[in-house]
Antibody, heavy 124, light 107 residues
């Protein structure tokens, strides 16, 4: 059974940093691209970042480019999101998602399995 | 970036109704369109991928159609557990954008 468990969320001041983690199990972790998707309170879904199975290729939404860094540790089946220079508009529930693997690499990202999310609140 | 538009943002329907939810892309995305269902307080769930492929375990009353820029999610006979918000998402190119969502409410 695929399981994705996010952690690392919390309250942080504007300009601060936070590192999210997603522990994965139940599948061959290094064979699948992974993503972070966020949802601001009462709002829709926003794709944030993705990383290929090898970790070599990374992608970011314009809204977080230059501030967030996605990475993965395939030896520990863990996905990370380092978030720097946080802003109030980054306040959201952050979901970790596993790609379906319908296409090779990250050529067509489909969020097949989702974790339950970790809440990030940016406020003074 | 490819913009995904879902309109209306909400609709009201009754149990047993046939419901169609449209989604439009700002440019052709061929068949790379996915549909997700989200219930309050829960993570989204993949329903349909690549426009018309039913995800395993999803009831057959859900179906997807379309190609290019115009897509539709259809629920053939709405059930009580189907009241939720539905999102489309393009997986044609990064950034892999979502529509704003359509909330299906009880009439």
């Amino acid at each position: 059974e695929v399981q994705l468990v996010e952690s690392g969320g919390g309250l942080v001041q504007p300009g601060g940093s936070l590192r999210l983690s997603c522990a994965a199990s139940g599948f061959t972790f290094n064979s699948y691209a992974m993503s972070w998707v966020r949802q601001a309170p009462g709002k829709g879904l926003e794709w944030v970042s993705a990383v290929s199975g090898s970790g070599v290729s990374t992608y970011y939404a314009d809204s977080v480019k230059g501030r967030f860094t996605i990475s993965r540790d395939n030896s520990k089946n863990t996905l990370h999101l380092q978030m720097n220079s946080l802003r109030a508009e980054d306040t959201a529930l952050y979901y970790c998602a596993k790609d379906k693997g319908y296409c090779s690499g990250v050529s067509c990202l489909i969020a097949h399995y989702w974790g339950q999310g970790t809440l990030v609140t940016v406020s003074s | 970036d490819i913009q995904m538009t879902q309109s209306p943002s909400s609709l009201s329907a009754s149990v047993g109704d046939r419901v169609t939810i449209p989604c439009r892309a700002s440019q052709s995305i061929t068949i790379y369109l996915n549909w997700y269902q989200q219930k309050p307080g829960k993570a989204p769930k993949l329903l349909i991928y690549a426009a018309s492929n039913l995800q395993s375990g999803v009831p057959s009353r859900f179906s997807g159609s379309g190609s290019g820029t115009d897509f539709t999610l259809t629920i053939s006979s709405l059930q009580p557990e189907d009241f939720a918000t539905y999102y489309c998402q393009q997986s044609y190119s990064a950034p892999w954008t979502f529509g704003q969502g359509t909330k299906v409410e009880i009439k």
